[in-house]
């Protein structure tokens, strides 16, 4: 098993910028692929980045890629996403997510490939 708990969203002005972080617990982090995910109303739920265990391999969605930056550090059991350059557009509920099966990837990008979620932290970036 293991517990994710996603923290770092708030309201930020177009333009601005936030960290959000994920801390794991219980499953040896330093073994997993992990993922950042968002949802917005009424939206499905879409892959924004994902990092494989040592961080040597990461994976942006189109829509984030030169604005955000994933990273971990397993000596911390936390990930993090640097977002800079924030749209409106980006406004959603952010998600970390936990792969047990696949440490070293290919990063997956869908829901399904994901085992562990974290209850999510909301980012609002208003105009």
């Known amino acids: 098993q293991v517990q994710l708990v996603e923290s770092g969203g708030g309201l930020v002005q177009a333009g601005g910028s936030l960290r959000l972080s994920c801390a794991a617990s219980?499953?040896?982090?330093?073994?997993?692929?992990m993922g950042w995910f968002r949802q917005d109303l009424g939206k499905e739920r879409e892959f924004v980045s994902g990092?494989?265990?040592?961080?040597?391999?990461?994976y942006y969605s189109a829509s984030v890629t030169g604005r955000f930056t994933i990273s971990r550090d397993n000596a911390k059991n936390t990930m993090y996403l640097q977002m800079n350059s924030l749209k409106p557009e980006d406004t959603a509920v952010y998600y970390c997510?936990?792969?047990?099966?696949?440490?070293?990837?290919?990063?997956?990008?869908?829901?399904?490939?994901?085992?562990?979620w974290g209850q999510g932290t909301q980012v609002t970036v208003s105009s």
């Open positions: 990092i494989n265990w040592s961080g040597s391999t990461r």
């Open positions: 997510a936990a792969d047990r099966d696949n440490p070293r990837g290919p990063i997956p990008s869908r829901t399904y490939d994901y085992d562990y």
């Open positions: 219980g499953r040896t982090f330093s073994n997993i692929t």
